[in-house]
């Protein structure tokens, strides 16, 4: 009798308000831009001094509230959220094989996607496939609002954004409260 070992769980919430709380969001990235950093084929805020990382976490958690909130009732738990930051992608960029591993969770917002030219996130199985050893990859379907958590040392990437539109997400790293 066949039976399954393993299963990885990721959830999907939808961001309520979306209009106005994308607006926000962009609001938001005026005052802390995503820029480029040598060594890497993305633009990203991940590097803000404490202060303003504080800052934009806060900012963050005020917006997203709704999601995490449910999305911690759901798990029976509440987290902490650890970190946020956003990344964008311009034509040509990508963001290689990685992962949040420190961190419990990680979820990612869909800020700016446009799903006839643009890819969500792809997720890495992280064992191969038991009949041919071959290596799967997922990638669920998302659209701008979309909220998608997964266990954080799930690796993931971003594929090369072909279009001159640019592509954006905003990370955060999720753990159990000390």
């Not at 831009?33 to 900012?59: D, M, V, W, Y």
């Not at 419990?104 to 009949?131: C, E, N």
């Not at 990638?139 to 998608?148: A, F, K, L, R, W």
Request: charge should be negative; include cysteine; glycine fraction near 4%.
């Amino acid at each position: 009798m066949k039976d399954t070992l393993f299963a990885v769980p990721y959830w999907k919430f939808k961001v309520p308000n979306w209009t106005q709380t994308k607006k926000d969001i962009h609001s938001l990235l005026e005052t802390y831009p995503c820029i480029e950093h040598e060594g890497q084929n993305f633009l990203t805020n991940r590097r803000l001094s404490l202060e303003k990382a504080s800052i934009f976490l806060k900012e963050c958690l005020r917006v997203f509230a709704d999601p995490l909130q449910e999305f911690a009732q759901e798990i029976k738990t509440n987290l902490k959220t650890t970190r946020a930051f956003a990344t964008a992608y311009e034509k040509g960029h990508d963001h290689i094989l990685h992962n949040h591993g420190k961190s419990l969770f990680t979820a990612m917002v869909y800020i700016d996607l446009d799903p006839k030219i643009h890819s969500g996130t792809i997720y890495k199985q992280p064992y191969t496939q038991f009949d041919s050893g071959n290596v799967a990859f997922v990638s669920p379907t998302v659209v701008e609002g979309d909220m998608i958590i997964v266990p954080g040392n799930i690796e993931h990437l971003s594929p090369v954004n072909p279009s001159s539109e640019r592509k954006t997400i905003i990370a955060m790293d999720l753990d159990f409260y000390d």
